[in-house]
């Protein structure tokens, strides 16, 4: 089965820890994304990557860092400078930048 | 930049009626549009999308949009309701001024009564 996988799908972390989110795709897509969902906000970009070894800022991208090493995997590390990390955490991806995105199933992160 | 609104928050329907959800964009230049809906806890699916041919789409599990240039708009419609359509709704526009990246309304809630 092809699709997007995120682990794991609920996440505990103490203030001041980095925690790194995971993000595989087996659907051979050269784009991959990360979001960030916040109640009665939307989508919001933090990451993008066209190809690897490449990757973009989206529009919050402070306090975030990712890494493309392989096609199939865009892992999101959740520094301890990101001032409210809590959230639910959406990785995409897409054929090329200009197609339609296809979601995992995202992974719901909470920092205490 | 690109930008997307969704009237409406939430919206409510009793089981059997006729959904209809919002949603307008910025652009005079006609984007790429698209409808995704996401169920608790989960990823977002895509419902349908527009891409310059047709201007009435049909999409998954009975719904359609319709893209009308004049009125900036693509509104979400469903002839009869399901309590399985209960879930939150996003329309999304690409931007061609901004490397087509995808922007997201900020939902629309939808709930339905038996």
């Known amino acids: 089965d092809g699709g997007i996988t995120q682990s794991p799908k609920y996440l505990f972390r103490k203030e001041g820890q980095n925690v790194t989110l995971s993000c595989e795709q087996n659907?051979?897509?050269?784009?991959m994304y990360w979001y960030r969902q916040d109640p009665g906000q939307g989508l919001r970009l933090i990451y993008y990557s066209q190809i690897v070894n490449d990757f973009q800022k989206g529009d919050i991208a402070e306090g975030y860092s990712v890494s493309r090493e392989k096609k199939e995997s865009f892992p999101l590390t959740v520094t301890s400078a990101q001032k409210n990390p809590t959230a639910f955490y959406l990785c995409?991806?897409?054929?090329?930048?200009?197609?339609?995105?296809?979601f995992g199933p995202g992974t719901r992160l909470t920092v205490t | 930049a690109q930008s997307v609104t969704q009237l409406g928050s939430h919206v409510s329907v009793s089981e059997g009626a006729l959904v209809l959800l919002r949603c307008n964009y910025s652009?005079?230049?006609?984007?790429?549009l698209f409808w995704y809906v996401q169920y608790p806890n989960q990823g977002l699916q895509l419902l349908l999308k527009?891409?310059?041919?047709?201007?009435l789409v049909k999409g998954i599990n009975g719904f359609e949009a319709e893209f009308k240039k004049s009125e900036t708009s693509f509104h979400l419609t469903k002839p009869s309701a399901h309590m399985s359509d209960a879930a939150e709704y996003f329309c999304?526009?690409?931007?061609?001024?901004?490397?087509?990246?995808?922007?997201f309304g900020a939902g629309t809630r939808l709930t339905v009564k038996p």
């Open positions: 527009y891409t310059s041919a047709a201007t």
């Open positions: 652009s005079s230049v006609p984007p790429y």
């Open positions: 995409a991806s897409s054929p090329t930048r200009y197609y339609e995105q296809y």
């Open positions: 659907l051979n897509h050269d784009a």
């Open positions: 999304v526009v690409s931007d061609p001024g901004n490397n087509n990246d995808m922007r």
